[in-house]
Antibody
Framework: QEQLQESGPGLVKPSETLSLNCNVS?????????WGWIRQSPAKGLEWIGS???????YYNPSLQSRITISVDKSRNQFSLKMTSVAAADTAIYYCARDSSWPHIPQGAFDLWGQGTMVTVSS | HSVLTQPPSASGTPGQRITLSCAGS????????VNWYQQLPGTAPKLLITNNNRRPSGVPDRFSGSKSGLSASLTIGGLQSEDEAEYFCATWDDSLNGVIFGGGTKLTVL
């Protein structure tokens, strides 16, 4: 059964780096699709962070691009998000998801989601 | 604020047909496919409609999507109590160069 599962710290201090992993099970991450991160907060609603295709292009939200890196580890069948210099505004539920728009440009057709992980930025 | 505009709320009675709207622009809905999601409280969004009008496997056929010009619509035929949820639209925006989401419509089944 295809599943995604996020992992990472629930609490991050302001100005530090947030690191999240998404474990993919039941589907090889190198076999197509885009793999992405989305976050959700009461203030901003659903916000796309970025998506990548294994061995291909990575797309980032322009408003976050300077602070984020999405990478993939084929050997572990997982992908990751790093966000630097976090602030209170980055407090949100973070989801990893699979975008079925591939091989076209990612259009936000996320057909498989993790359960989400709450990240709070606070000292 | 969202660049896809959805009315914040809608309501209907069981059995009713209801249509939710999503307004975009010439760089978003005007040129790219629209996707729709249903989100129940405390859960991740679920993909209902992809590329304007395609239903993924397992989505009931009472959910349908359409697009006209710079707007898209999600229609729920035969409203059921379990349809009470928040609904979001999403697409790619060529100007913003990214995936964008609507602000969501909270649907209440009276």
């Amino acid at each position: 059964q295809e599943q995604l599962q996020e992992s990472g710290p629930g609490l991050v201090k302001p100005s530090e780096t947030l690191s999240l992993n998404c474990n993919v099970s039941g589907y090889p991450i190198s076999s197509g699709y885009y793999w992405g991160w989305i976050r959700q907060s009461p203030a901003k609603g659903l916000e796309w962070i970025g998506s990548l295709q294994y061995g291909g292009k990575t797309y980032y939200n322009p408003s976050l691009q300077s602070r984020i890196t999405i990478s993939v580890d084929k050997s572990r069948n997982q992908f990751s998000l790093k966000m630097t210099s976090v602030a209170a505004a980055d407090t949100a539920i973070y989801y990893c998801a699979r975008d079925s728009s591939w091989p076209h440009i990612p259009q936000g057709a996320f057909d498989l989601w993790g359960q989400g992980t709450m990240v709070t930025v606070s000292s | 604020h969202s660049v896809l505009t959805q009315p914040p709320s809608a309501s209907g009675t069981p059995g009713q047909r209801i249509t939710l709207s999503c307004a975009g622009s010439s760089s978003s809905i005007g040129v790219n496919g629209v996707n729709w999601y249903q989100q129940l409280p405390g859960t991740a969004p679920k993909l209902l409609i992809t590329n304007n009008n395609r239903r993924p496997s397992g989505v009931p056929d009472r959910f349908s999507g359409s697009k006209s010009g710079l707007s898209a619509s999600l229609t729920i035929g035969g409203l059921q109590s379990e349809d009470e949820a928040e609904y979001f639209c999403a697409t790619w925006d060529d100007s913003l160069n990214g995936v964008i989401f609507g602000g969501g419509t909270k649907l209440t089944v009276l």
